[in-house]
């Protein structure tokens, strides 16, 4: 048998256990003292050998990788690799199969008929097994507040809650019910993470965990009224879809690429409890309806399922159609990139924090969106997630009856239980999504979204446009077994559609940057490859004129490309291809060496092209700090200017390129840029280099 902790794991379950009833918010260290190292052993080695995990590796060698595998978890972590495994030991295993036992007697279907382990079928054991496996190894210390960067074996996030006892001691809180108890037991293969109950993530749809919490009953209320219930309950888009498949390979990579993991439905809801709402005088359904009329206005007054209903409007406003986690530590998910760093790409260096990280996302009220911000800029919101920050770090506010209404918090969970005792137990992961509670009443009013928050450049990566990459595990993957690459199969985004059968499209998740090189703005690609004919719905945006930009990193392969706006030819075709001919007709000179008025010049003849240099708040080279303005390849086009009023637009992008190069063609589209008309005309406030 191999060294184990002088503590028994007995011991540290009941202190664990005490102290989860008297934890505050968490500022104190780690405690270093409950982490220890082994050398020479697997996952698997330390669970068989250590008879205090004995009923989780029955559990594991009854457990199977999937239908067609028939290999057990067991052998998967015996394998060299890396990994996460949260390990309960027995007597969290006994205590679960007794709870989940008497649930059943009380007629509820747990799938677990009895409380002994010889009893647990193979199917159960799976399911138990894969809500413990995190393929990627992860520290305590690379996780914060938030959830795990990658999902479990189930494809369930396992969210995180930082959390001190009175002695000072931190834990983390995984799924609002195990601590782990021992941090970071590291193995040949990945990490340990010792817990003190079974991880059994929440089963219930969105509209179901609402119901369960009790400060939650307005807003129930009014989802159930406004049949949005039913929208909550969406979840398996495609009960047919195969997994399995393999599409193309990208050109430059040299095997065919996975189709996407899942194809599902997931969504955030943002809430407000009920006892934020009584302090604004609001203690009832009706009386919310009544507040919403304010802002969204009385038609359709009474009819709560009307779209056109105020109350309708107000929830549909609080959901947003993609799951966003808290914090994405190092990984997918979060509401903003931060922490994120695979093969040489790092958003703590590449997207300059000198500057405010942001988001746009829409929302599920037609023709809206929220910006969500982390604002370095200010001091007092530095660490906060922000919904829909002001401009002038959050001072101005166009109508005064509004300045409640913005600059709303992303309450942490741990916050959330600390401020409203009736949710101690708040259960925020559903299966379709997620739930985080807000500081302030959110509101949609479109005079102080034109004028104010977004009344600015607003810059989108073309991966973040597709919510179904988000919400399958496609973007930002860092599943080092897996290729780099995702082949996105037609139809599989529902704004994104191919003209033609010559047209590929891949997922590249993010990697190294650097001048000369690779230029990207959040260090992944959307590429299209072959003979290209596609387009994609413009997001929405306050109805309005804009100049209508997107960025590409220039190259070869980019091919000559005919743009549509709405179906109608924009200009002449461009070529994109990296030339010398190019060169004279983009006209890009370094600002080395130039006087202020001579960068300026260049700049107003670029922009006479057409042409914009890249943003200089994107560092590509950690070393030089060189930014994607100091880079030739990183480039802006402008398409045009257009109104953008409330119905859908779309963009086309089709090769027309002489004698074209067939797969080779290859379009890589950055990010695009939508910016009101009013910020190009302002001289008191012109638009920026960043």
Not at 40 to 65: C, M, V, Y
Not at 252 to 270: D, N
Not at 376 to 402: D, F, H, R, S
Not at 617 to 641: F, N, P
Request: charged share 25%.
């Amino acid at each position: 048998m191999k060294k184990k902790n002088a503590i028994s794991m007995l011991a540290v379950s009941i202190m664990a256990l005490a102290s989860v009833f008297s934890f505050t918010s968490c500022q104190d260290e780690v405690d270093k003292g409950n982490r220890f190292t082994f050398t020479g052993e697997l996952i698997s080695d330390h669970l068989e050998n250590n008879p205090q995990f004995s009923s989780f590796a029955t559990i594991l060698s009854k457990a199977r990788i999937g239908k067609k595998a028939s290999g057990s978890i067991l052998k998967t972590l015996s394998t060299y690799g890396s990994y996460t495994c949260f390990a309960p030991h027995n007597e969290a295993i006994d205590s679960f199969l007794a709870k989940q036992y008497s649930l059943y007697l009380e007629g509820e279907r747990t799938g677990i008929t009895s409380p002994y382990l010889e009893d647990l079928t193979d199917s159960m054991a799976t399911e138990i097994a894969k809500n413990h496996i995190i393929e990627m190894g992860y520290k305590t210390t690379d996780i914060l507040d938030g959830a795990f960067p990658m999902s479990t074996m189930n494809r369930r996030f396992t969210t995180v809650e930082w959390t001190t006892n009175e002695q000072g001691r931190v834990f983390p809180l995984l799924n609002n019910s195990a601590l782990i108890i021992e941090q970071d037991l590291e193995m040949e293969n990945g990490y340990i993470q010792v817990i003190n109950a079974v991880l059994s993530p929440s089963n219930k749809l969105l509209a179901e965990l609402v119901k369960g919490q009790s400060s939650f009953r307005i807003f129930y209320d009014a989802i159930t009224l406004t049949g949005i219930d039913s929208l909550l309950s969406i979840y398996e888009l495609d009960p047919n879809y195969d997994n399995t498949l393999t599409g193309p390979s990208l050109d430059s990579e040299p095997s065919e690429s996975p189709y996407p993991k899942e194809k599902k439905q997931r969504y955030t809801i943002l809430i407000e409890p009920d006892e934020l709402y009584a302090s604004k005088g609001i203690n009832t359904v009706e009386e919310l309806a009544e507040f919403a009329e304010k802002w969204y206005g009385t038609e359709a007054k009474g009819d709560y399922r009307n779209p056109k209903n105020a109350l309708h409007q107000f929830i549909l406003y609080h959901i947003v159609d993609r799951q966003l986690l808290y914090s994405s530590s190092t990984g997918p998910g979060g509401f903003i990139m931060e922490n994120y760093e695979n093969e040489g790409y790092s958003s703590m260096v590449n997207l300059n924090q000198r500057f405010d990280s942001y988001e746009y996302y829409e929302t599920m009220l037609p023709f809206s969106m929220i910006k969500v911000t982390k604002p370095y800029t200010n001091e007092e919101l530095k660490q906060e997630i922000i919904i829909n920050y002001a401009q002038e770090m959050g001072t101005v506010c166009n109508n005064p009856e509004m300045r409640e209404h913005l600059n709303v918090v992303v309450d942490r969970a741990s916050a959330t239980k600390e401020k409203y005792p009736a949710l101690a137990d708040f259960d925020q992961s559903a299966l379709n999504g997620i739930i985080h509670t807000i500081d302030r009443i959110l509101i949609y009013n479109e005079d102080e979204m034109a004028g104010n928050v977004l009344r600015e450049r607003i810059r989108m990566d073309i991966s973040a446009l597709f919510p179904e990459l988000t919400n399958n595990g496609v973007r930002w993957d860092l599943q080092t077994k897996s290729t780099k690459v995702t082949f996105i199969p037609p139809g599989y985004c529902k704004y994104f559609v191919v003209n033609n059968t010559d047209t590929e499209v891949f997922y590249f998740r993010p990697h190294s940057t650097g001048l000369g090189s690779y230029a990207n703005f959040q260090g992944d690609e959307f590429i299209v490859e072959g003979k290209y004919d596609f387009k994609y719905r413009i997001p929405y945006v306050p109805a309005g004129d804009y100049e209508i930009r997107f960025g590409y990193p220039r190259g070869y392969y980019r091919g000559v490309c005919q743009f549509y706006v709405d179906g109608t030819i924009a200009g002449i075709p461009v070529d994109l291809r990296w030339t010398p001919e190019t060169d004279l007709i983009i006209g890009w000179f370094a600002d080395t060496g130039l006087a202020e008025e001579e960068i300026k010049e260049n700049d107003k003849a670029m922009r006479n092209r057409g042409y914009m240099k890249g943003p200089a708040s994107i560092v590509l080279d950690k070393d030089s700090k060189g930014t994607m303005r100091d880079s030739e390849q990183a480039i802006r086009r402008i398409i045009g200017t257009y109104r953008l009023d409330k119905r859908e637009h779309w963009l086309r992008f089709k090769d027309v390129t002489e004698g074209g190069t067939g797969k080779l063609n290859q379009f890589d589209q950055d990010y695009i840029e939508l910016v009101p008309t009013v910020i190009l005309s302002d001289p008191n406030k012109p638009e920026d280099i960043y």
